[in-house]
């Protein structure tokens, strides 16, 4: 394995124009939906994309796609930079880059048989050659997923949830991507379905080695799937950590709030845990974002500085990196007071 | 310590997949005749009437051999009766032949011209509408300017520059319906296009013309084939406007239009039932072709298809939905 | 716990589900409701009984498509009919009858006596009255409150529910309102008149963990402080250890399980609730463990299996399971379950 990552991004940001006015179109603004995101992701991990709603990850895995245009900053694959292709340059990346979506009844094509569903990638790149070889190939892909061979000429409309979703997994592996862009695929299913979902998405990755990007917005079932968890905040990221590290040792407020708000299926559990009631409010717009530090405004921690100044994202020990003003080495002593105070 | 409560069995089951439903029968066809029998007996009226007016069409010189223009000056305009089933006109023609006769030109004339017009509002409004941007608002600011013109105004130029007859008939009035009908497509392909399967469809490298056709195109047929029924009947009733001012297809061809204008008005209180008969068969034509419509638009509304789909629409946790317009409007 | 099999009384067809001692608030009785599509029927409600206490939390928690909604708007007479109907069951309140009430008797309790919070904030405010004008309808409808005092009032509604700077807030309308703030809204229209049991159907599921956790704080704390009673229905097991006093585990419209929270998430005694609770992914997990799924596929209401619905999906299955339905019996004390099978740690 060599060292250079799968998956770079560095500093990305997606801005979109606001309409305007009639009168004055240019005075629409803009939503900074990703305002600076960088990270990597090595061959055959897992890195989980975690935040609230709008907070930017699916317009982040939109980005890596190249579906949606954008603003500034690089990505690269296996060290190409692909930030720039256009049209039909674009296609072998197409190929090599695939996603599975959150909602299962908006994802197929409700007017085409499974076996064309699954089967489309393998079309539109020309991985196989014959009537035989393709319904051969979706055959296969459809076991691998676990769905029923003699099912493959149903429309959509006659499957659950989850096994649209085995169907949508196994269009996105029918074109053996390098990297599979997961937004949100299990949170639209039940619980009892969802963790069908998440131990196949394990498996697979197993048996073929494959490198996911999980975007999600519950901590709990990134915790299931994730080497590395990313959390976002407002378009930025606030830390990054090795899963274990994230759940032992969450360092940003907001990664804290986060978890503390997830509730414990555990009634004896639940009734020692305190809920953060620092934590109100909402998440702000990305319209206007807040000076500072995004979460300051929410933070029970929020200093002077916070509100003035936008904390840099540095690593505080290996692996583990945190945007907080807490852990700004400049404020090494008064952090330390903090930190003891958040224990 | 309650994790620990799950017996091995749990895991180590295979997955069973019961049969998810019976099949409505394998035959498609069957099931869906079946269905607007059951559900819309109007509309299994309304599509016997139609299969009626297209065998009389195809199968004019079967019915009815003499020739449409056989004159018979001895029998002028004598009323129904054994031998003249639906009496004769003023130079002694067969009404009855005249009238099936006129159903295989009103079949002719409403498929080609329908067919044309659903050709250009696809052509127009799939382009439009899944491009956007200054495509469609050029293309819709052209439809916009077309529209602006009074139908009427619009044959009669044509008519007074191309001249009277069939295939100009079919082109006006295909070339008319299909801009107008466009609109209707369009709006169709907008809502399609918001499908995240059609987004699926873009991220993983398809070409815009297969978008274009394998997804986009199918999931706007129902719009299409209900927007083909209900110009079928129109333009039935527009050929006969035209041949009733003159200006469609010539005499002697038997046009239903064309006979309710020039020996029906002509002859209306000697011999009413030249105005009569080509006036119930377009009626009928025209409430045949309505109902089937209706009833089609209606069973082609996937609400109203396979029965047993309903649990899988609840089961979709509508978990997340868009809040995220609505974080901006937050003010703390 | 583990002797618990011993004393318990199941397992004997014919004694039906005990009632509870204390005669409770809500008293649900054999309550059925179908959906008819066509020649099928769909049993959405099928035949299930229960008790709401006063003051007491009573959790309905199941699969989507299992009846949970259909149950709550059932009590209410709030099916859409058709194709849906209410065919057998009695809903007593307070001593009354709901379901043998007149509209306009009924119309007098929904909203007064029984509020209710649904699932979409989004679409069950009216987006053209202003927040002042929604608050205000119940209490004019209902409690007849002088117009004078009706400001003052919502006022207080808006700080109880902690909408920030409630005077300017009066007057915005809907949309300004982000979904955390409009379901808080909800919660203030369904507390304005102080009713003696709160429905809450998902009342969280749109949102934001964050934003549901204060929510559900907050609905905690004023249902306590009102000393009303509620229904907290919801899919999410997590959300219920904390919030309710009493589970309801439903599944293709019948209640399997019932007991007290304790009870469900100690000692579950049914495959269907034990299998939730491990399929759980959970953030207190020692380490990143496999999840341990259901098999299968949730059933279709309009073509249930015979036997115990659960029997396709249900490890511990025996043929009894294939042919005969469980009735919903105790296992111990009130903590009741609808199963053939002694399922034991
Ligand atoms: N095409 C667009 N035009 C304008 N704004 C957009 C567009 N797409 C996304 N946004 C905005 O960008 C922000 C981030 O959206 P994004 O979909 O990435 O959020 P998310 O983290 O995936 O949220 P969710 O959990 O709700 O899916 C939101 O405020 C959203 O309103
Ligand atoms: N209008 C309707 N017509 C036919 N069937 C219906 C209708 N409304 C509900 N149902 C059926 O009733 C059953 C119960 O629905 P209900 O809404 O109570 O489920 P739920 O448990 O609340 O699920 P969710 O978690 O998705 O809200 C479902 O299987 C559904 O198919
Ligand atoms: S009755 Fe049988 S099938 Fe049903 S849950 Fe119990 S053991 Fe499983
Ligand atoms: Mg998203
Ligand atoms: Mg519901």
Redesign the interface.
């Known amino acids: 394995m060599t060292d250079t990552p799968l998956l770079e991004v560095r500093n990305l940001k997606v801005h979109f124009k606001l309409p305007g006015s009639l009168l004055r179109p240019r005075s629409g603004g803009s939503v900074k939906a990703v305002d600076g995101v960088s990270f990597h992701l090595k061959r055959g991990e897992t890195l989980g994309l975690v935040g609230e709603s709008g907070c930017g990850k699916s317009t982040t895995g939109m980005a890596v796609l190249r579906m949606t245009p954008v603003t500034d900053g690089e990505i690269h694959i296996d060290g190409e930079d692909i930030t720039h292709l256009k049209g039909r340059a674009l296609r072998p990346l197409r190929r090599r880059m695939q996603m599975i979506y959150q909602d299962p009844f908006g994802a197929l094509d409700p007017r085409m048989r499974v076996l064309d569903i699954i089967g489309e990638p393998l079309k539109v790149h020309k991985l196989v050659t014959g009537r035989k070889a393709y319904r051969q190939e979706v055959l296969r892909l459809m076991e691998l997923v676990g769905l029923l061979p003699d099912m493959c000429e149903r429309y959509p409309h006659e499957f659950s949830g989850g096994q649209r979703q085995r169907i949508g997994i196994a269009r996105a592996l029918a074109a053996q991507p390098d990297v599979i862009i997961c937004d949100e695929p299990v949170s639209a299913l039940d619980v009892s379905i969802q963790a069908q979902i998440i131990n196949l998405l394990k498996d697979l990755q197993e048996e073929l080695g494959l490198t996911y990007l999980f975007v999600a917005h519950d901590l709990a079932v990134v915790r299931h799937i994730c080497d590395r968890v990313m959390v976002m905040y407002l378009g930025h990221v606030v830390e990054v950590a090795d899963s274990e590290a994230l759940y032992t040792n969450p360092q940003h407020p907001y990664t804290q709030a986060l978890m503390s708000a997830i509730p414990i299926p555990d009634p004896r559990a639940e009734s020692r845990r305190e809920v953060d009631p620092s934590i109100e409010g909402e998440v702000p717009s990305p319209v206007n974002p807040p000076s500072g530090c995004p979460f300051h405004p929410r933070c029970k921690h929020a200093t002077e500085v916070c509100s003035r100044v936008a904390p840099t994202l540095r690593e505080t020990t290996d692996g583990h990196a945190v945007s907080c003003h807490l852990y700004e080495p400049e404020t090494e002593a008064e952090s330390l007071v903090r930190v003891a105070s958040i224990a | 310590?309650?994790?620990?409560?799950?017996?091995a069995?749990?895991?180590?089951?295979?997955?069973?997949?019961?049969p998810?439903?019976e099949r409505l029968g394998d035959n498609k066809v069957l099931g869906f005749i079946g269905r607007l029998i059951v559900q819309r007996p109007m509309g299994a009226f309304g599509a016997a009437i139609c299969i009626v007016l297209l065998l009389t069409g195809v199968f004019a010189d079967v019915i009815a051999p003499e020739g449409y223009n056989a004159i018979n000056p001895i029998d002028r305009l004598k009323p129904p009766s054994a031998e003249y089933w639906l009496g004769t006109d003023q130079l002694g023609r067969d009404l009855f032949t005249r009238i099936v006769h006129g159903a295989q030109l009103s079949v002719i004339v409403a498929f080609a011209a329908t067919s044309l017009s659903i050709v250009i509002s696809a052509v127009i409004g799939i382009t439009s509408g899944y491009f956007g941007g200054r495509f469609d608002m050029a293309s819709q600011r052209v439809v916009d300017g077309w529209m602006c013109f009074p139908d009427l105004i619009i044959l009669i130029v044509a008519v007074s520059v191309l001249g009277p007859g069939t295939w100009q008939v079919i082109l006006i009035l295909g070339l008319l319906f299909g801009i107008s009908g466009s609109r209707i497509v369009r709006s169709s392909v907008l809502s399609v296009k918001q499908?995240?399967?059609i987004?699926?469809?873009?991220?993983?490298?398809?070409?815009t013309l297969?978008i274009l056709v394998?997804?986009i195109l199918?999931?706007v047929?129902a719009p299409i084939i209900v927007l083909f029924t209900t110009r079928l009947a129109a333009v039935i009733l527009a050929e006969s406007g035209l041949s009733f001012l003159g200006l469609g297809i010539p005499p002697p061809a038997p046009s239903w239009g064309g006979m309710l204008s020039l020996d029906g008005r002509s002859y209306m209180f000697q011999a009413p039932w030249l105005a009569i008969v080509p006036g119930v068969a377009l009626t009928v034509a025209v409430f045949g072709i309505n109902m089937f419509g209706d009833a089609l638009r209606d069973m082609l509304d996937?609400r109203m298809?396979?029965?047993?789909?309903?649990?899988?629409v609840?089961?979709?946790?509508?978990?997340?939905?868009s809040?995220?317009q609505?974080?901006?409007?937050?003010a703390? | 716990m583990k002797d618990a099999v011993a004393n318990q009384p199941a397992n004997t067809p014919g004694e039906t589900m005990q009632k509870d001692p204390v005669g409770g608030l809500l008293q649900v009785e054999h309550l059925r409701t179908v959906f008819r599509q066509g020649r099928r029927e769909v049993k959405a409600v099928d035949g299930i009984s229960f008790s709401v206490n006063p003051g007491e939390t009573l959790a309905i928690v199941g699969e989507s498509g299992s009846g949970k909604s259909m149950t709550a708007m059932s009590l209410l007479r709030l099916i859409p009919s058709p194709p849906g109907e209410i065919i057998d069951g009695d809903v007593f309140f307070g001593g009354r009858n709901l379901l043998d009430m007149s509209e306009d008797e009924l119309r007098d309790v929904r909203g007064n006596e029984i509020a209710m919070i649904f699932q979409e904030p989004m679409t069950s405010l009216n987006p053209v009255l202003t927040v002042r004008q929604q608050l205000a309808e119940p209490m004019r409808v209902h409690r007849k409150v002088k117009e004078e005092d009706i400001e003052a009032r919502c006022l207080d509604l808006l700080r109880q529910v902690r909408i920030p700077d409630p005077e300017t807030r009066l007057d915005a309308y809907p949309h300004q309102f982000s979904g955390g703030m409009r379901q808080r809204v909800m919660i203030a229209m369904a507390l304005a008149c102080e009713p003696r049991l709160l429905i809450a159907d998902e009342p969280t599921t749109a949102l934001d963990v964050t934003v549901q956790a204060q929510i559900l704080e907050l609905l905690k704390d004023l249902t306590r402080q009102h000393g009303s009673s509620m229904i907290l229905i919801t899919h999410d097991l997590g959300v219920v250890a904390r919030y309710a006093d009493r589970i309801n585990v439903m599944y293709a419209g019948r209640i399997v399980e019932s007991g007290t929270a304790r009870e469900i998430f100690e000692q579950p005694r049914h495959p269907y609730t034990l299998g939730l609770i491990n399929s759980m992914p959970r953030l207190d997990a020692s380490e990143k463990a496999r999840l341990l799924p259901i098999e299968g596929q949730p059933p279709d209401l309009g073509n249930l299996p015979t036997g115990c619905a659960f029997h396709p999906r249900c490890p511990f299955a025996v043929d009894q399971c294939r042919q005969q339905d469980p009735p919903l019996e105790p296992y111990q004390g009130h903590h009741l379950k609808a199963c053939w099978v002694n399922v034991d740690d």
């Open positions: 310590m309650t994790t620990e409560t799950a017996p069995a749990l895991t180590t089951r295979p997955p069973t997949t019961p998810l439903r499908n995240i399967y987004h699926a469809a873009q991220s993983m490298g398809a070409s297969r394998m997804h199918p999931n047929m996937p298809k396979g029965v047993g789909s309903g649990r899988y609840a089961a979709v946790r509508r978990d997340r939905p809040s995220r609505s974080t901006g409007g937050t703390q």
